[in-house]
T-cell receptor, first 115, second 109 residues
Framework: NAGVTQTPKFRVLKTGQSMTLLCAQD?????MYWYRQDPGMGLRLIHY???????AKGEVPDGYNVSRLKKQNFLLGLESAAPSQTSVYFC??????????????FGDGTRLSIL | KNEVEQSPQNLTAQEGEFITINCSYS?????LHWLQQHPGGGIVSLFM???GKKKHGRLIATINIQEKHSSLHITASHPRDSAVYIC???????????FGTGTLLAVQP
């Protein structure tokens, strides 16, 4: 089982460029999440999804968009990258509310640098 | 004030020592999670608990719901335990987590 796979693992962008981070899970999980991790701060939720076709804003959504067209995939887009978006991005998934409280399964992260 | 506070922020121990990391939270929760992150690595779930105590190998997690406090203990610490340990609380509705800033543990041989 691959679990949660993030693509790419590393990327360097110039200010103003756009890109999409892909998260794929093979556990048939309903819920998926995108976080960013910055030095000295806890992980912060960017956007999340509670099922195919649904998305919702988290704590720090500005500058990002997401889509969940297929249950197994959750895409995070940066339309016009800014240096403040330099971070490590983690995707996670969990079974969903019907399963009660469950641990989240995390991908290995994407290191993104904006120059 | 952060909703999830961890202490200490940094901890250095000698191999074999007993280690305690603390987590206090100020919001209502349905569960509390302890996670581990090795340097440059991914994040793995160690424990999820909503009451009492759980044990896995040399790791023990406890929670006191009334005091809104949890502890992670490592017995007979080993250099491979060196990592960042993260406390997170789950508010319940959509399993969204609120994270502490982590405790960086270094276990020296």
């Amino acid at each position: 089982n691959a679990g949660v796979t993030q693509t790419p693992k590393f990327r360097v962008l110039k200010t103003g460029q756009s890109m999409t981070l892909l998260c794929a899970q093979d556990m048939n999980h309903e819920y998926m999440y995108w976080y960013r991790q910055d030095p000295g701060m806890g992980l912060r939720l960017i956007h999340y999804s509670v099922g195919e076709g649904t998305t919702a804003k988290g704590e720090v959504p500005d500058g990002y968009n997401v889509s969940r067209l297929k249950k197994q995939n959750f895409l995070l887009g940066l339309e016009s990258a800014a240096p403040s978006q330099t971070s490590v991005y983690f995707c996670a998934s969990s079974p969903g509310q019907g399963a009660g409280n469950q641990p989240q399964h995390f991908g290995d992260g994407t290191r993104l640098s904006i120059l | 004030k952060n909703e999830v506070e961890q202490s200490p922020q940094n901890l250095t121990a000698q191999e074999g020592e007993f280690i305690t990391i603390n987590c206090s939270y100020s919001v209502g929760i349905s569960a509390l999670h302890w996670l581990q992150q090795h340097p440059g690595g991914g994040i793995v779930s160690l424990f999820m608990l909503s009451s009492g105590k759980k044990k896995h190998g040399r790791l023990i997690a406890t929670i006191n719901i009334q005091e809104k406090h949890s502890s992670l203990h490592i017995t007979a610490s080993h250099p491979r335990d060196s990592a960042v340990y993260i406390c997170a609380v789950d508010g319940g509705a959509t399993n969204k987590l609120i994270f502490g800033t982590g405790t960086l543990l270094a276990v020296q041989p």
